[in-house]
Every structure is written in structure tokens, then in C-alpha cells.
């Protein structure tokens, strides 16, 4: 397989909203109800730390960071998001978008990257500790969602080159 790993760009929106759209469906990847507008979106992640996937000309997954807090002390702490296609999970693309999203947001100066996941999403678990994400801990409740309060457990990786 080969994946072709590049920054998102606005061209790329249609198919990355639509692979975000497939994982709220799932309610299991996000809290989100809506996928957001194009501006909306690009608010949120950073742009030097936005990336896609591609099989044969086809965005098949995208991998983003954002910030987690404007104060100046938390500009090395960002949280990740992965989304594959459903067509195309379980074949390694996650985990290569992941770990090219590690390089580029050290490139940037990210010393560590988090990740809050449901725990029913057993795959993304799997999938950020394969790539050096450890367990922090269980966020209780932390957010309502269809008639009842959903936990999420709190992912950390530190990076090794930044901050260190």
C-alpha cells in the first residue's frame, strides 16, 4: 500500500468532512454532532499540523492538532485527531497518520500531544498506544451526549526531541 502523506489543504474538504461525518455517525469519536464548516474547521487545527491520506488519488484518512489553551505555558500541548475512512480502517493508515502527525507537530515545537477517547473506541486506543500514547487516566462523565453522561480516558504521548 502506498500512502501518500500531505498538508490539508481547503481542496481536500469535501472528502476529509466527509470521513469527519462517518466518525460522528459512529458516536464514538467525537462529541460533535455536525460537521463543522471549512472555516469553522480551520480555526480550530493548526494548518502546519494538518495532514491527509491518499490511495490512488483518494483522501482515505486525515490526522489534525489543536491547541488545548491560548496561554502561552500550554504552546507545546496539543490534541490529536485521527479519522479514517470506514472503508479503509484496520489497514495501518491510522498509525501512519499518526506518527507523521508526531513528526511534524515536533517540527513545530508540540512537546506533547493528548487524546481524549471513548472508550468503546477500542480500535483508537489501540491504535495511540501503538504509537507511544500512555494511559493518563479516566475523564468521568465529562460530557452528555444522546440522554447520558459518556466518559472519555485521556491519552498522553511526550515527545523524546522536544521539551525534553
Avoid at 496539543?78 to 479514517?84: C, F, I, L, R
Wanted: aromatic share 10%.
Amino acid at each position: 500500500m502506498d500512502l501518500i502523506i500531505r498538508n490539508l489543504d481547503v481542496g481536500d474538504w469535501k472528502p476529509v468532512s466527509e470521513i469527519y461525518k462517518q466518525g460522528i455517525e459512529t458516536k464514538n469519536a467525537t462529541f460533535e454532532k455536525t460537521v463543522p464548516s471549512w472555516v469553522e474547521w480551520n480555526k480550530k487545527y493548526l494548518r502546519s499540523c494538518s495532514i491527509v491520506g491518499e490511495l490512488n488519488k483518494e483522501i482515505v484518512g486525515w490526522a489534525a492538532i489543536s491547541p488545548v489553551s491560548a496561554r502561552g505555558v500550554y504552546k507545546g500541548v496539543a490534541e490529536v485527531s485521527v479519522y479514517v475512512s470506514g472503508p479503509h480502517q484496520h489497514r495501518g493508515i491510522g498509525k501512519q497518520l499518526l506518527f507523521a502527525l508526531v513528526d511534524e507537530s515536533e517540527r513545530v515545537g508540540i512537546w506533547t500531544l493528548q487524546a481524549s477517547i471513548f472508550p468503546e473506541n477500542t480500535a483508537s486506543i489501540m491504535l495511540h498506544k501503538s504509537c507511544g500514547f500512555k494511559k493518563v487516566g479516566t475523564r468521568k462523565k465529562i460530557g452528555f451526549m444522546d440522554g447520558r453522561w459518556r466518559d472519555t480516558i485521556l491519552y498522553e504521548r511526550r515527545s523524546k526531541v522536544i521539551g525534553v
